[in-house]
């Protein structure tokens, strides 16, 4: 019996409905009885199927697609620099390069560094929609370090009579025993969207309806390795005209698995049987195979959907992880897989850490403020990310049109292809002749009458009569 048939087999907690409840996660331990009706919440059931697809899948994270869209994620999550801005009198946003809330979140803790904290909150969040980290203080109240806690093991508690929304955070690490009590100020809990199960109080579990394609993975993953460890062979069965007893069967059973192994494998083989003892005469007649071979079930191909189906419940594209239809022969030879990079980007890793800047700037860099967010703030920068710079080729083909046409700065075009710019690269190139005419409702009044274009002073008549007089 597994851990989560023996939750469901537990029940409900012994705890009152004066003491505050949680929410309960799915079969992984922690938490205690929810407000729900006994409902447990991650069940592995969809609609259309009474089968439990979560018991079938076990733990997401060993399955193949999974595993590497973890391994992307991990790679590529440190690629953004983490910054942090404030906003001065114009409203625009300053960076603060040497703020102390960089330093705390390079090493939140004296045991790993923040790339592992960010990338173990990404992980949990990626699967389950949530993701925990917990605040450690000093005597004196202050931040002291962040830590990462596995998303079973943490969960909200709230009053029976839904009077608040959260009231703690109740903390079990070894999934047994009362637990640790944490302040809503001392844990940083994010969610992907508001689960409606829970009212709001979790994420909602972002693979919990692509359980089918990662069971039907995992079976292609295993039945290619379970058959050439049985010799190569699909299941077959002997079929004996006559009586047969249990010796003969024996017999046979050990002659047909002697014709597939080591030297003889593949060697033709006949095989009579008279007797084994028991008066039962027989002699094999036909073999029936039961399954189907590799390339009969086309394992090659039929894996491709739901490959791209798991990769689509993380928004990486299959192409990347060298998955599913787009990830065979020939993907790159257009640069298919530059495009699949940046999608990945925009799909998975920038509104992941989009995310995860909000929830930074409220639960962690307000350790460090007095100020709001709507006055500093933290944000991924991804300004330098490889996989999204534009191909320098266009790039300099672009600044080149927009210098000759004369609409473009050389110091802007300089500055887009990050090179030094000086004080007399701004400047634009305009060739001689052309002359910048003024829009209709631009153009000057028409000139007084007597008033040259040219600009030239028209004498004025009484100062010829002043000068008249003093001839």
């Known amino acids: ?77 440190s690629e953004p620099c983490l910054v942090v801005e404030r906003r001065n009198a114009e409203g625009e946003w300053d960076q603060e390069p040497f703020h102390p809330f960089l330093d705390f979140m390079t090493q939140p803790n004296e045991e790993y560094d923040g790339e592992s904290l960010l990338t173990a909150a990404a992980w949990d969040y990626s699967i389950t929609g949530r993701g925990y980290q917990l605040k450690e203080r000093d005597n004196l109240g202050r931040l002291r370090s962040l830590w990462w806690a596995p998303w079973y093991t943490v969960t909200p508690r709230f009053p029976s009579d839904g009077s608040q929304f959260i009231t703690d955070y109740l903390y079990r690490p070894a999934g047994q025993g009362r ?90 083989g006949v095989l009579e049987v008279e007797g084994d003892g028991s008066g039962g005469t027989g002699s094999v007649g036909d073999i029936k195979q039961l399954g189907l071979s590799p390339e009969q079930l086309a394992l090659d191909k039929i894996l491709d959907r739901p490959e791209i189906i798991v ?3 993380f928004g990486i594209h299959p192409g990347v992880l060298y998955l599913g239809a787009s990830g065979g022969k020939g993907f790159d030879n257009g640069g298919q897989l530059a495009e699949a990079r940046r999608a990945s980007y925009h799909d998975c890793l920038i509104p992941l850490l989009k995310r995860f800047a909000l929830f930074l700037t409220r639960s962690v860099l307000s350790e460090f403020e007095i100020d709001g967010p709507n006055k500093v703030r933290c944000r991924f920068d991804f300004g330098d990310v490889e996989a999204l710079q534009e191909d320098q080729t ?33 400047v634009y190139l305009r060739k001689q002749g052309v002359t910048a005419v003024l829009e209709a409702d631009e153009n000057p009044e028409p000139a007084s009458s007597g008033s040259p274009l040219d600009g030239t002073d028209t004498p004025d008549p009484a100062d010829e009569e002043q000068d008249n007089g003093e001839d």
């Not at 080149?400 to 007399?424: D, F, H, I, M, N």
Request: hydrophobic content about 35%; aromatic content about 8%; charged content about 25%.
């Open 1 to 77: 019996m597994n851990l989560l048939q023996r939750l469901r087999k537990r029940g409900p907690s012994p705890a009152t409905h004066a003491q505050p409840h949680a929410l309960t996660h799915s079969g992984y331990g922690g938490g205690w009885s929810d407000s729900y009706g006994g409902l447990l919440i991650g069940g592995g059931r969809l609609p259309g199927s009474d089968h439990d697809w979560q018991q079938e899948v076990g733990e997401e994270a060993l399955n193949y697609a999974v595993a590497g869209c973890l391994r992307w994620l991990a790679d590529n999550i």
């Open 179 to 268: 637990g640790i009590a944490y302040k809503k100020a001392d844990v940083v809990h994010y969610r992907w969207g508001l689960d409606h199960q829970t009212g709001g109080r979790l994420g909602v579990h972002r693979t919990r309806p692509f359980l089918p394609a990662m069971a039907a993975l995992n079976e292609g993953m295993v039945y290619t390795p379970t058959v050439l460890r049985n010799m190569g062979i699909v299941p077959s069965v002997l079929m004996v005209r006559g009586k047969v007893g249990q010796g003969s069967k024996d017999g046979l059973r050990e002659w047909f698995n002697s014709l597939f192994t080591r030297d003889n494998r593949g060697k033709p």
């Open 394 to 426: 266009e790039l300099y083909k672009r600044n080149t049109e927009g210098v000759q046409g004369g609409w473009l700065r050389v110091s802007e075009a300089r500055e887009k292809a990050k090179l030094k710019v000086k004080e007399s690269d701004a």
């Open 311 to 313: 990769c689509n419940a």
